[in-house]
């Protein structure tokens, strides 16, 4: 667009430019002609004839014409050079990086469509420094930008002739190599990332750096946005890989990624279209054996997939944007659902630590619970030790926040993350939840009985209650009880069930909002009803208790 302007600016002055010269040259013939005749008049060389005055004030203005188209002519040429200036530098903007001054990526694509066409083989990589962010905000973005010349000194150092080095934006570069094969590209590439683990000097700090780097042979038949997009999806998996690292691209990436892509699709139509329902896991109390709520625990009804479990889609609704819409969205539903239970079941709700990030979500909860009308002390909420560390002072604030509100709160997956003793002090938790990997390793993995036991001493001395997750066996509930766990759940208690059979079982049981559930023993309305309790026994014979 800008290149458009200055062109069609270049055209009016060129235009104005011709036309003012053409009119100056005019002025200056007639006035050597005039000059002829008035000047000789004038002076008295002509003898008895004396100059007519409109002669000479036509003779005046010729030169008034002469002088002005002079001046004009001068800023007309000054116009000119300006414009041709700007041209040169908008085609710099247009085809150099400016903090590098290396190739951008307008320069990367034209000299990609080249190499391709030429069909003489060569690679194309992408880099992707790790943890660049970092350096810019320990260390302000001067130091950053400093950091991206060494990078881009060091690339146009390595890469070999008619290479074309870019940087595409951020920390990212490109390297355009025609005619390389693919060994060729390997040990170039594996040069630069080892060059660039080097440590260097940057202004006043010492910088280890590291890129995670992806690598396609250019294929004649693509475009060179493709080409990118597959460098682009090496790199990713490079990244995936643990970083400083490279990866080729293959086909079965692209196939990943664009499976991953429809997934995430029909998932957002499956929220559209309210297909995700909440499940509910038994929660049970060690000593006594009575249920005491139960887990929420989101499912996906998809028309075209079926039940499908959340490891299945949680982690792409969180990196997706999508997580708080499902989340709440299932928790109103169980509330809602809940809400009749007897008043001892508390409900247990998960938050994901990217809603933990929304300084709005106690009153969101909030609000939700006044709305549902389900009482606030049977609400409980796990959190995991990830949302503590993203945003701590955040987390305590919103943690303070639902407790005065009366909900109780559980550190869920505890001793998978980096909760230290100092938070677990300062945040009033209500629960601590053993992640399962130590909980199904207890009987054969003596250090994953260490920590079980560990735990447990500490939530005593905490005078916080510990609950065990992915209790599967009578072996796991006898060895959780004996290392001081109150509470557990797990397939030996009963899997995630809908609200219907919860709803079901309380009928059978005929619980009616009183005392505690026993579905091995049946209640007291069970045992007289010797029918009932059969059918609670065929269940649970079928290996399931909800
Ligand atoms: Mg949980």
Request: charged content about 25%.
């Given at each position: 667009?800008?290149?458009?302007?200055n062109?069609?600016?270049?055209?009016?002055?060129?235009?104005?430019h011709?036309?003012?010269?053409?009119?100056?040259?005019?002025?200056?013939?007639?006035?050597?002609?005039?000059?002829?005749?008035?000047?000789?008049?004038?002076?008295?060389f002509?003898?008895?004839?004396a100059?007519?005055?409109?002669?000479?004030?036509?003779?005046?203005?010729?030169?008034?014409?002469?002088?002005?188209?002079?001046?004009?002519?001068?800023?007309?040429?000054q116009?000119?050079?300006a414009?041709?200036?700007?041209?040169?530098?908008?085609?710099?903007?247009?085809?150099?990086?400016?903090?590098?001054?290396?190739a951008?990526?307008?320069?990367l694509?034209?000299?990609l469509?080249?190499a391709?066409?030429?069909?003489?083989?060569?690679?194309?990589?992408?880099?992707d420094?790790?943890?660049?962010?970092k350096?810019?905000?320990?260390?302000?973005?001067?130091?950053?930008?400093?950091?991206?010349?060494?990078?881009?000194?060091?690339?146009?150092?390595i890469?070999?002739?008619?290479?074309?080095?870019?940087?595409?934006g951020?920390?990212?570069?490109?390297?355009?190599?025609?005619?390389?094969?693919?060994?060729?590209?390997?040990?170039?590439?594996?040069?630069?990332?080892?060059?660039?683990g080097?440590?260097?000097?940057?202004?006043?700090?010492?910088?280890?750096?590291?890129?995670?780097?992806?690598?396609?042979?250019?294929?004649p038949?693509?475009?060179?946005?493709?080409m990118?997009?597959?460098?682009?999806?090496?790199?990713y998996?490079?990244?995936?890989?643990?970083?400083?690292?490279?990866?080729?691209?293959?086909?079965?990436?692209?196939?990943?990624?664009?499976a991953?892509?429809?997934?995430?699709?029909?998932?957002?139509?499956?929220?559209?279209?309210?297909?995700?329902v909440?499940?509910?896991?038994?929660?049970?109390n060690?000593?006594?054996?009575?249920?005491?709520?139960?887990?929420?625990?989101?499912r996906?009804?998809?028309?075209?997939?079926?039940?499908?479990?959340?490891?299945?889609?949680?982690?792409?609704c969180?990196t997706?944007?999508?997580?708080?819409?499902?989340?709440m969205?299932?928790?109103?539903?169980?509330?809602?659902?809940?809400?009749?239970?007897?008043?001892h079941?508390?409900?247990?709700?998960?938050?994901?630590?990217?809603?933990?990030?929304?300084?709005?979500?106690?009153?969101?909860?909030?609000?939700?619970l006044?709305e549902?009308?389900?009482?606030?002390?049977?609400?409980?909420l796990?959190?995991?030790?990830?949302?503590?560390?993203?945003?701590?002072?955040?987390?305590?604030?919103?943690?303070r926040?639902?407790?005065?509100?009366?909900?109780?709160?559980?550190?869920?997956?505890?001793g998978?993350?980096?909760?230290?003793?100092?938070?677990?002090?300062?945040?009033?938790?209500?629960?601590?939840?053993?992640?399962?990997?130590?909980?199904?390793t207890?009987?054969?993995?003596?250090?994953?009985?260490?920590?079980?036991?560990t735990?447990?001493?500490?939530?005593?001395?905490?005078?916080?209650?510990?609950?065990?997750?992915g209790?599967?066996?009578?072996?796991?509930?006898?060895?959780?009880?004996?290392?001081?766990?109150?509470?557990?759940?797990?397939w030996?208690?009963?899997?995630?069930?809908?609200?219907?059979?919860?709803?079901?079982?309380?009928?059978?049981?005929?619980?009616?909002?009183?005392?505690?559930?026993?579905?091995?023993?049946?209640?007291?309305?069970?045992?007289?009803?010797?029918?009932?309790?059969?059918?609670?026994r065929?269940?649970?014979?079928?290996?399931?208790?909800?």
């Amino acid at each position: 667009m800008r290149k458009t302007t200055n062109r069609s600016d270049a055209i009016k002055v060129a235009s104005s430019h011709l036309i003012t010269t053409c009119a100056t040259v005019a002025a200056i013939i007639l006035f050597v002609v005039m000059g002829a005749r008035v000047l000789p008049e004038s002076l008295g060389f002509t003898a008895g004839t004396a100059p007519k005055s409109g002669l000479i004030a036509a003779f005046l203005l010729n030169i008034a014409i002469i002088l002005f188209g002079w001046r004009r002519a001068k800023e007309l040429a000054q116009a000119m050079a300006a414009l041709t200036l700007a041209e040169q530098e908008a085609h710099r903007n247009a085809y150099v990086d400016c903090v590098t001054g290396l190739a951008n990526r307008r320069a990367l694509v034209k000299a990609l469509a080249a190499a391709l066409e030429a069909g003489d083989g060569g690679a194309i990589t992408l880099f992707d420094l790790d943890h660049f962010k970092k350096v810019n905000d320990l260390h302000g973005h001067s130091a950053g930008d400093d950091l991206l010349n060494h990078v881009g000194t060091l690339l146009s150092a390595i890469a070999p002739r008619r290479s074309t080095i870019a940087r595409l934006g951020g920390d990212e570069f490109a390297l355009l190599m025609p005619s390389v094969g693919a060994e060729g590209a390997e040990d170039l590439v594996g040069n630069i990332l080892e060059s660039l683990g080097s440590p260097i000097d940057v202004g006043a700090f010492h910088a280890h750096l590291s890129a995670s780097a992806g690598i396609a042979l250019l294929t004649p038949s693509q475009s060179p946005d493709d080409m990118l997009r597959r460098a682009d999806i090496a790199m990713y998996s490079a990244k995936k890989a643990g970083r400083n690292t490279f990866r080729w691209f293959d086909s079965h990436q692209e196939a990943a990624i664009k499976a991953r892509a429809s997934l995430e699709e029909e998932i957002r139509e499956g929220i559209e279209n309210d297909e995700f329902v909440p499940f509910f896991q038994p929660l049970i109390n060690l000593e006594s054996g009575a249920t005491t709520g139960f887990e929420v625990l989101a499912r996906w009804c998809s028309p075209r997939r079926g039940l499908v479990e959340p490891v299945d889609f949680i982690e792409i609704c969180e990196t997706s944007g999508m997580i708080a819409a499902l989340s709440m969205n299932v928790m109103r539903k169980a509330l809602i659902e809940a809400r009749d239970w007897p008043a001892h079941l508390k409900i247990a709700v998960n938050i994901s630590p990217v809603q933990f990030r929304d300084p709005q979500l106690a009153e969101r909860i909030l609000k939700m619970l006044t709305e549902t009308g389900f009482p606030a002390r049977r609400l409980e909420l796990e959190i995991t030790e990830g949302s503590l560390i993203e945003h701590p002072e955040q987390a305590v604030t919103v943690v303070r926040s639902l407790k005065n509100s009366g909900m109780s709160i559980a550190l869920d997956d505890f001793g998978t993350g980096y909760a230290s003793l100092t938070q677990l002090q300062a945040l009033p938790f209500d629960r601590i939840k053993i992640d399962k990997s130590f909980v199904a390793t207890i009987g054969d993995n003596e250090q994953s009985a260490a920590i079980v036991r560990t735990v447990a001493s500490l939530g005593k001395l905490l005078c916080v209650p510990i609950t065990a997750e992915g209790v599967e066996n009578e072996e796991i509930r006898l060895r959780l009880a004996e290392a001081g766990c109150q509470d557990a759940q797990g397939w030996l208690f009963g899997k995630a069930v809908s609200g219907q059979l919860v709803r079901d079982h309380f009928k059978l049981s005929g619980a009616g909002g009183q005392g505690a559930l026993d579905p091995l023993e049946g209640t007291d309305h069970e045992r007289r009803d010797g029918g009932r309790r059969a059918a609670a026994r065929a269940r649970l014979a079928a290996g399931r208790k909800w």
